[in-house]
Each structure stands twice: as structure tokens, then as C-alpha cells.
Nanobody, 120 residues
Framework: QVQLVESGGGLVQPGGSLRLSCAAS????????MAWYRQAPGKERELVAT???????NYVDSVKGRFTISRDNAKNTVYLQMNGLQPADTAVYYC??????????????WGQGTQVTVSS
């Protein structure tokens, strides 16, 4: 069984920073791409950033220059460093990973989500 557990969310003032972490555990053979999504109230879930196993990254335009995705393959962990946070960044943030496990197939797995609230 594979689990993704996120941490690091919270309440921060505009202009502040947070660092999210997402650790994958269980019977994992390999992890391919990893990503962060977010879902604000009343809105659809959107892709925020992705990172390949080799470290290539992509970002949605609204976070470019402010957010940085990274990963530690030895720890099966992906991070999202968020600087210059704005109220529009308020959302539940989810991590997603494409994992090859004991089910002998590549499958997407999701974390449970962590709340990020940007407010003065």
C-alpha cells in the first residue's frame, strides 16, 4: 500500500513564505513525476508545479518566480517552497506522484491535502 502524506501548510500573512513537504511511503519500487496541485473554494483543482525524476520542472504562470518545486529521490519526498504568498494562493494543496509499486503498474497517488491560508 502506498501513502502520500503532506505537511507544512498553515496561516501566513501576504508576502510571507511556507514550505510544503509530501513524503511517499509503502511498497514503492519507483517514483516518476511528482506534482503539486491546489484547489481554492468554489474552483476546480489546478496544477501548480511538476518535477520529473530527473529534476525538470514546470510551473503555472501565476506562481513562476515565487514557487519552487524540488524533490529528494532518496527520501521519496517532494517539496514546494512558496515565497511572496498572496491571498489568491489560498487553497488546499495536494501532492500527486506517479508510482510503480507492488501492484506492478504505474499509478497516480494523491495526498490528503494541506490547507494554505494567506491573510492579514
Amino acid at each position: 500500500q502506498v501513502q502520500l502524506v503532506e505537511s507544512g501548510g498553515g496561516l501566513v500573512q501576504p508576502g510571507g513564505s511556507l514550505r510544503l513537504s509530501c513524503a511517499a511511503s509503502g511498497s514503492i519500487f519507483s517514483i516518476d513525476s511528482m506534482a503539486w496541485y491546489r484547489q481554492a473554494p468554489g474552483k476546480e483543482r489546478e496544477l501548480v508545479a511538476t518535477i520529473t525524476k530527473g529534476g525538470n520542472t514546470n510551473y503555472v504562470d501565476s506562481v513562476k518566480g515565487r514557487f519552487t518545486i524540488s524533490r529528494d529521490n532518496a527520501k521519496n519526498t517532494v517539496y514546494l517552497q512558496m515565497n511572496g504568498l498572496q491571498p489568491a494562493d489560498t487553497a488546499v494543496y495536494y501532492c500527486r506522484a506517479r508510482i510503480y509499486s507492488t501492484v506492478n503498474s504505474w499509478l497516480p497517488y494523491w495526498g490528503q491535502g494541506t490547507q494554505v491560508t494567506v491573510s492579514s
